[in-house]
Structure formats: structure tokens, C-alpha cells
């Protein structure tokens, strides 16, 4: 009897993309005018992050960027 890997294959991969993506919680953002965001980087730690954050302001000093917890992200994917 065959079997519908296709399925079982699909949900393996989703489920390794989650758990891959809730590996870097910590994320910088660059602030656009109007509210808007755009996620620049991701890291697993907040030391990273900070130290990556202090490069683009070195950078770009015009831009305006924050280290961010994105836990709501975590919810979404489980």
C-alpha cells in the first residue's frame, strides 16, 4: 500500500522552518517615516544584536534602528 509522503514531508519541513526561525528571537529594525518597519538582521542573542546595531549606526548615521524581542513571532508559527 502506498503512503502520501507528500504530506509527511510538507509538515516536517514547516515544522523545521518554525523551529529554525524561533532560533533568533532578537531582530533589528530600521524605523521608517509613518510607522513603518523593516526588519534589517536576526540573532540568536541580544549581545549580537547590540553589537551589529552599534555597526549600522556607525554606518548609517542618518538611519534610525532598535534591537527588538519579537516574541509575538513565536506565537504566530506555533
Known amino acids: 500500500m ?3 509522503t507528500n504530506y ?4 516536517l519541513k ?3 522552518i518554525a523551529y529554525k526561525e524561533r ?7 530600521r524605523l521608517l ?3 513603518q518597519r523593516v526588519t534589517v538582521a536576526r540573532f540568536r542573542s541580544r549581545s549580537d544584536a547590540d553589537g551589529h546595531v552599534q555597526l549600522l ?3 548609517i548615521p542618518d538611519g534610525s534602528f532598535t534591537v527588538v524581542f519579537d516574541s509575538q ?6
Do not use: C, F, G, Y
Not at 8 to 11: A, F, H, K, L, R
Not at 73 to 78: A, F, N, T, Y
Open 23 to 29: 532560533l533568533n528571537p532578537w531582530a533589528i529594525t
Open 33 to 35: 517615516p509613518d510607522m
Open 73 to 78: 513571532r513565536e506565537e504566530v508559527m506555533m
Open 14 to 16: 514547516s515544522q523545521a
Open 2 to 4: 502506498t503512503q502520501n
Open 57 to 59: 549606526r556607525q554606518l
Open 8 to 11: 509527511q514531508e510538507s509538515t
